[in-house]
């Protein structure tokens, strides 16, 4: 079973950067295609990035395209969100989620998603 947990959120200012983990335990990350999510109070669910097992794809949501940036660390059985320039309207919580079937195509729909981690919270406000 595999089991995956985010860290790295917090309060920046507009304009600041983080970079979140989404680190794999039970089975190699490696294995499967992974998606960030992120969900604001009041708003839907919202892909921002995918990067396909093998580390050759990756997609970005429109809203941060050309400011985030995704790359996996198969050695340390981890996915980072790099977030660069970071807006207000980037605040909500992150999640990480793996589909199930090795080597899936990246999608940015949730649905597509069977395992999932707890979340972490990105505020950014000055």
Do not use: H
């Amino acid at each position: 079973q595999l089991q995956l947990v985010e860290s790295g959120g917090g309060l920046v200012q507009p304009g600041g950067s983080l970079r979140l983990s989404c680190a794999a335990s039970g089975l190699p990350l490696s294995y499967y295609t992974i998606g960030w999510f992120r969900q604001a109070p009041g708003k839907e669910r919202e892909g921002v990035s995918c990067i396909r097992s093998g580390g050759g794809t990756t997609e970005y949501g429109d809203s941060v395209k050309g400011r985030f940036t995704i790359f996996r660390d198969n050695t340390k059985n981890t996915v980072y969100l790099q977030m660069n320039s970071l807006k207000p309207e980037d605040t909500a919580v992150y999640s990480c989620a793996a589909r199930r079937s090795f080597g899936a195509m990246c999608s940015m729909r949730g649905s597509d998603y069977g395992y999932w981690g707890q979340g972490t919270q990105v505020t950014v406000s000055s």
